[in-house]
């Protein structure tokens, strides 16, 4: 039955979801970088966008504390950064 174990390898892989949720993290929590909750909101839309649940459930809170303005600024740049990628 070996070929239903996980390798180590397979228990190392990052999806782009979480890469995309970490620079959401990353940049609503200052964590190395200034916050920024303009960045933090559209790292974290992509990565819901992209499936990530826990994305999704943060980017909501994080849109609790900002301005029209911050919103949809993050918003426009999600827009374009998908546009892109």
Not at 3 to 22: H, N, R
Not at 32 to 40: F, K, L, Q, T
Request: charge should be negative.
């Amino acid at each position: 039955m070996a070929q239903f174990e996980k390798s180590a390898e397979e228990d190392d892989i990052v999806t782009e979801e979480q890469i995309l949720f970490e620079m959401g993290v990353m940049y609503a929590t200052g964590r190395d970088c200034d916050i920024n909750v303009i960045e933090a909101h559209k790292w974290l839309n992509i990565a819901a966008i992209r499936g990530h649940k826990q994305a999704a459930d943060m980017r909501t809170q994080l849109a609790g504390t900002m301005s029209k303005a911050e919103l949809a600024t993050a918003l426009r740049e999600a827009r374009k950064w998908m546009t892109m990628h």
